[in-house]
């Protein structure tokens, strides 16, 4: 047989050899477990890209214009990751679907490093080659400062709450 006609060994495997959603009880034991971690991140995520679309619309960007809404939005969202995280793992027990929905969901959806991309690809494209290099290195820096910063802040703010 021609190597073109061969399925790869991979399609051959199974995705998750644990689980043979042909069970009953496995099928049940994944929508029970993963099923309301799916729909925390769903919920989040439809809030999250919906807050930051409003953003896109009260301060749209023009062509060849730096996209300062978009950094914005990125650059408060890692802010908020970095609260979140320190908030989650330091400092209270929360239930289990609170990162999903606000980590993954939530903050996943208003931050968007996608646009970030586009935008980048129409400033380069568009012959705007300084902004979108400027764009881009700034939107990285100012998202690594960003988390850094509110969760250096947020550990000094809890460390002062416990005294």
Do not use: K
């Amino acid at each position: 047989m021609p190597t073109h006609d061969r399925r790869p060994a991979a399609v051959d495997e199974p995705t998750d050899p644990d689980i043979d959603l042909s069970v009953p009880a496995q099928r049940y034991e994944l929508t029970r477990g993963q099923g309301l971690i799916l729909a925390a991140v769903a919920v989040g995520g439809a809030l999250g890209a919906s807050a930051r679309y409003a953003a896109s619309l009260a301060w749209p960007v023009g062509p060849g214009a730096f996209p300062w809404s978009t950094l914005a939005v990125n650059a408060a969202g890692c802010a908020l990751i970095g609260v979140l995280m320190v908030l989650v793992t330091e400092v209270w027990t929360a239930h289990r679907l609170v990162r999903p929905f606000l980590g993954t969901g939530v903050l996943g959806g208003f931050t968007t490093f996608s646009t970030y991309a586009v935008d980048i690809e129409r400033l380069l494209g568009g012959g705007y080659a300084r902004t979108g290099l400027a764009y881009l290195a700034l939107t990285l820096l100012a998202a690594l400062a960003a988390v850094w910063c509110a969760a250096w802040t947020t550990r000094r703010l809890v460390a002062g709450r416990r005294r």
